[in-house]
């Protein structure tokens, strides 16, 4: 199980009012005939090609939509594990895969250290900034 962002689900609720069957068990993103969708769906001879040169992203793949999921989960700052957790996978290698997307990382790491520096009250000179100094 994965949690849904707030922001889609309105698109979610549209997909499922048009595309999925109101039967215990439906799918929830059938294929073009109703059945399972197929990995040979989403090659150069199906109509995936076009749909996506209409949405103005020719090229686009569909394991595209899985590896912007993950990114976007990585700059969030969640813990590796949890990450994988939320990935499927059950090695490091592939979750590091995502991690290299994790711009501004040490900006966040820096900003929660002197949000507890500051609520210690820190009376002392100039405050905490006077802590924290560049590495090299």
């Known amino acids: 199980?994965?949690?849904?962002?707030?922001?889609?689900?309105?698109?979610?609720?549209?997909?499922?009012?048009t595309y999925v069957q109101d039967e215990p068990g439906a799918l929830?993103?059938?294929?073009?005939?109703?059945?399972?969708?197929r990995?040979?769906?989403f090659n150069t001879r199906r109509r995936w090609v076009d749909v996506v040169k209409e949405m103005g992203l020719?090229?686009?793949?569909?394991?595209?939509?899985?590896?912007?999921g993950n990114m976007l989960a990585a700059e969030s700052?969640?813990?590796?594990?949890?990450?994988?957790?939320?990935?499927g996978h059950d090695n490091v290698r592939a979750a590091m895969i995502y991690q290299h997307a994790v711009r501004g990382a040490d900006k966040t790491f820096t900003d929660a250290i002197d949000r507890q520096i500051v609520g210690r009250g820190d009376d002392e000179g100039d405050g905490p900034a006077e802590l924290l100094a560049p590495v090299s």
């Open 1 to 17: 199980m994965v949690g849904i962002p707030q922001g889609i689900v309105p698109a979610l609720r549209e997909h499922l009012a």
């Open 77 to 87: 700052g969640a813990g590796l594990k949890d990450l994988m957790a939320r990935m």
């Open 58 to 68: 020719p090229g686009l793949h569909f394991h595209d939509l899985r590896h912007a």
């Open 28 to 37: 929830l993103f059938p294929g073009a005939k109703g059945g399972f969708l």
């Open 39 to 41: 990995r040979s769906g």
